[in-house]
């Protein structure tokens, strides 16, 4: 009884002993490629997100909420394009200034 207690102690000892020599850098730095890949690629709800985020500068509590929601609803997006197409439309002919001024005023409407 005594001789298999005394194993088992030392069985003990040994595997925690193995657990403390690990090297706790490898599980980070093994951890960080994985989680810096997904960040390298946004996916489309994060560069949505990102733009709503700069759009809602200046904006606090109840109506930075309600207008993050209206940005991030997929409805928003389709008129945003939509707004786009009609301005680019009627801005042919106009050229750089002209142009910048003339698309900036039109997508504000």
Do not use: W, Y
């Not at 951890?31 to 709800?45: D, G, I, L, M």
């Amino acid at each position: 009884m005594r001789h298999s207690l005394s194993i088992a102690v030392l069985g003990f000892a040994l595997v925690s002993g193995m657990a403390f020599a690990a090297d706790p850098v490898k599980p980070a730095t093994a951890a960080a490629p994985a989680a810096s890949a997904p960040a390298a690629e946004k996916t489309a709800q994060q560069s949505k997100m990102a733009t709503c985020n700069k759009e809602a500068e200046g904006k606090k509590g109840d109506e930075r909420k309600a207008f993050m929601k209206d940005c991030l609803s997929a409805n928003k997006q389709e008129k945003q394009q939509n707004k786009m197409k009609t301005c680019n439309a009627e801005a042919a002919g106009k050229k750089g200034d002209e142009r910048k001024a003339f698309m900036s005023e039109c997508l504000k409407k």
